[in-house]
Nanobody, 123 residues
Framework: QVQLVESGGGSVQAGGSLRLSCAAS????????MGWFRQAPGKEREFVAT??????????TTSVKGRFTISKDNAKSTVYLYLQMNSLKPEDTANYYC??????????????WGQGTQVTVSS
């Protein structure tokens, strides 16, 4: 059974930083594209960043380029996915989802999802 468990969300003031983590287990993710999506109240879920199994190239939505960094650690049986978020803005406020087996160009969805972690940025 595939499990994606996020952690690291919270509340921060504009300009601050947060690091999201996701522990992915339950199957082999070799060759898989993993990523982060987010959904703000009243809006559709959108992709934030993706990373292939090899680690490069990474891919970001325009609004987070230069501020967010996606990375992962394949070394263990559990794959760890990270999202370092710097210079946070109020418009970054959303529920953030870890995703595995991401598809679409640009990314539009995934076959596996975490439960989400809330990020709130105050001005």
């Amino acid at each position: 059974q595939v499990q994606l468990v996020e952690s690291g969300g919270g509340s921060v003031q504009a300009g601050g930083s947060l690091r999201l983590s996701c522990a992915a287990s339950g199957r082999s993710f070799n060759g898989n594209v993993m990523g982060w999506f987010r959904q703000a109240p009243g809006k559709e879920r959108e992709f934030v960043a993706t990373i292939p199994w090899t680690g490069t190239p990474t891919y970001y939505t325009t609004s987070v380029k230069g501020r967010f960094t996606i990375s992962k650690d394949n070394a263990k049986s559990t794959v760890y996915l990270y999202l370092q978020m710097n210079s946070l803005k109020p418009e970054d406020t959303a529920n953030y989802y870890c995703a595995a087996d991401v598809y679409g160009t640009p990314p539009t969805g995934a076959h596996y999802w975490g439960q989400g972690t809330q990020v709130t940025v105050s001005s």
